[in-house]
């Protein structure tokens, strides 16, 4: 069985940058792609960017473009969020989510990270 965890969240003053951290244990993790959302109190998850693991080709939400980059260790199974130049907007629970295959739904989800951007 396959876990994602998530670490890396935490306070930071807006300006400022986290880098959070989702590490697959377990059996081989082999997926197809991996994507970041995140979800802030009172509102709907929402899709924060992706990275095809075999290529490492990445996509991103229009409101993080330029501010946050993904990236992947393919020897640790662990996927990397680079967030810049943070707003307190991106306040959010940052989830972590995999896939096998182009066709399969993200059935391997991380618990969260909370990152909290004050003013």
């Known amino acids: 069985q396959v876990q994602l965890v998530e670490s890396g969240g935490g306070l930071v003053q807006a300006g400022g940058s986290l880098r959070l951290s989702c590490a697959a244990s377990?059996?081989?993790?082999?997926?197809?792609?991996m994507r970041w959302f995140r979800q802030a109190p009172g509102k709907e998850r929402e899709f924060v960017g992706y990275?095809?693991?075999?290529?490492?080709?990445?996509g991103y939400a229009d409101f993080v473009k330029g501010r946050f980059t993904i990236s992947r260790d393919n020897a640790e199974n662990t996927m990397y969020l680079q967030m810049n130049s943070l707003k307190p907007e991106d306040t959010a629970v940052y989830y972590c989510?995999?896939?096998?295959?182009?066709?399969?739904?993200?059935?391997?989800w991380g618990q969260g990270t909370q990152v909290t951007v004050s003013s």
């Open positions: 990275i095809r693991w075999s290529d490492g080709s990445t």
């Open positions: 377990g059996r081989t993790f082999s997926p197809y792609d």
């Open positions: 989510a995999g896939r096998l295959s182009r066709l399969s739904t993200y059935n391997y």
